[in-house]
T-cell receptor
Framework: AQRVTQPEKLLSVFKGAPVELKCNYSYSGSPELFWYVQYSRQRLQLLLRHISRESIKGFTADLNKGETSFHLKKPFAQEEDSAMYYCALRGSRSNTGKLIFGQGTTLQVKP | AAGVIQSPRHLIKEKRETATLKCYPIPRHDTVYWYQQGPGQDPQFLISFYEKMQSDKGSIPDRFSAQQFSDYHSELNMSSLELGDSALYFC??????????FGPGTRLTVL
């Protein structure tokens, strides 16, 4: 079964502290993994995708196939990072492109 | 740049009524996805269309139907509404070589 798990509903850190939002997945194949972010009262936006291996707004995420994880990291959190973060999976066999989302983690960065 | 447009943004209906949600994709995007996000839940894939044909189907109740029109906009029709249908309904569009862009969502409240 295809599944994405984000074990933390809420992650609260102080400004300048490191952040790691956890994401684990279950998929029998080679999935594509994404991180989406939703700022307050805004729409879901793509933050990162694993195939790009890029850093956006200081965030990075590495796909670990052995641990089936795609954790999102940032070395120094900023207050403007406060948002809801969703990890999502797209199956490699899915030519329709549908996404399977995790439950989401609310990141709260305190001043 | 034009984004995905959804209308209405908010909708209040009584039980057993019908509702129609509309989605206008980004120009030149040929694929539309519908997702349902219940309170405190992750977005769940409902249905998708590619070039006006249904391309995939998820956990969409039989009471719901959808279609994509010649101008690529899509409508989600919901009949015999139930209290449990209260949710945020996201539409996303996708073009060739680009990822899904999400609309702001329609918040449906069934009383």
């Amino acid at each position: 079964a295809q599944r994405v798990t984000q074990p933390e509903k809420l992650l609260s850190v102080f400004k300048g502290a490191p952040v790691e939002l956890k994401c684990n997945y279950s998929y029998s194949g080679s999935p594509e993994l994404f991180w989406y972010v939703q700022y307050s009262r805004q729409r879901l936006q793509l933050l990162l995708r694993h195939i790009s291996r890029e850093s956006i707004k200081g965030f990075t995420a590495d796909l670990n196939k052995g641990e089936t994880s795609f954790h999102l990291k940032k070395p120094f959190a900023q207050e403007e990072d406060s948002a809801m973060y969703y990890c999502a999976l797209r199956g490699s066999r899915s030519n329709t492109g549908k996404l399977i989302f995790g439950q989401g983690t609310t990141l709260q960065v305190k001043p | 740049a034009a984004g995905v447009i959804q209308s209405p943004r908010h909708l209040i209906k009584e039980k057993r009524e019908t509702a129609t949600l509309k989605c206008y994709p980004i120009p030149r995007h040929d694929t539309v996805y519908w997702y349902q996000q219940g309170p405190g839940q992750d977005p769940q894939f409902l249905i998708s269309f590619y070039e006006k044909m249904q391309s995939d189907k998820g956990s969409i109740p039989d009471r719901f139907s959808a279609q994509q029109f010649s101008d690529y906009h899509s409508e989600l029709n919901m009949s015999s509404l139930e209290l449990g249908d209260s949710a945020l309904y996201f539409c996303a569009s996708k073009g060739v070589q680009v990822e899904q862009f999400f609309g702001p969502g329609t918040r449906l409240t069934v009383l």
